[in-house]
């Protein structure tokens, strides 16, 4: 059975970066995109955009284009989310999902906050 | 980009009746060469991350109850709960996944 499973909780000041991981195991990696949703308090879900493990290749949503960065690391099977230039309105927590098709597994989510 | 709207916002109902969720979405998520709906349905309730429930949007998903179908074509999508279940209470949402950027609908609150 496949399983996702994030890194913990963050707390940042505005205007810093942060690094979300995520490590995949229980199904061949190279052959599943991985997306980023985030969740803002009592708010609905927001596609951030995916990465590929086959080529590295990504596509963010326009929204995010000029602050987000998604990598991985194959040995570990493992995807990153990088977000910079943090504001207030970037608390939330962050999920990744497996791509197929549809998202049939979700990470656990990790709880960001941007405060200062 | 695809617009997914979810009717009602929140919906109240009894134990063992019958409650239903519409999604529109604001084009079509036919895909031609399966022939199949692009369209998803995800129960997330609190502190938990989405689960899949249903797929191609009619499809349960492995271990799904079978009282949760899903049902529609084209642009108008509804998710059905044949008979409410206290564990039922979460919020619902609607995804297409036909084109990108990936939407979701804003969700829907069911309670009892």
């Known amino acids: 059975q496949g399983q996702l499973v994030q890194s913990g909780a963050e707390v940042k000041k505005p205007g810093s970066s942060v690094r979300v991981s995520c490590k995949a195991s229980g199904f061949p990696f190279a052959e599943y995109r991985i997306h980023w949703v985030r969740q803002a308090p009592g708010q609905g879900l927001e596609w951030m955009g995916w990465i590929s493990p086959n080529d590295g290749g990504t596509n963010y949503a326009q929204k995010f284009q000029d602050r987000v960065t998604m990598t991985l690391d194959t040995s570990i099977t493992t995807v990153y989310l990088d977000l910079n230039r943090l504001i207030s309105d970037d608390t939330a927590i962050y999920y990744c999902a497996r791509e197929n098709w549809f998202f049939d597994y979700w990470g656990q989510g990790t709880p960001v906050t941007a405060s200062s | 980009d695809i617009v997914m709207t979810q009717s009602p916002d929140s919906l109240a109902v009894s134990l063992g009746e019958r409650a239903t969720i519409s999604c529109k979405s604001s084009q079509s998520v036919l895909y031609a060469p399966n022939n199949k709906n692009l369209l998803a349905w995800y129960q997330q309730k609190p502190g938990q991350p989405p689960k899949l429930l249903i797929y191609?949007?009619?499809t349960r998903y492995s271990g799904v109850p079978d009282r949760f179908s899903g049902s529609g074509s084209g642009t108008d999508f509804s998710l059905t709960i044949s008979s409410l279940q206290a564990e039922d209470v979460a919020v619902y949402y609607c995804q297409q996944y036909y084109d990108f950027p990936r939407a979701f609908g804003q969700g829907t609150k069911v309670e009892i």
């Open positions: 191609w949007a009619s």
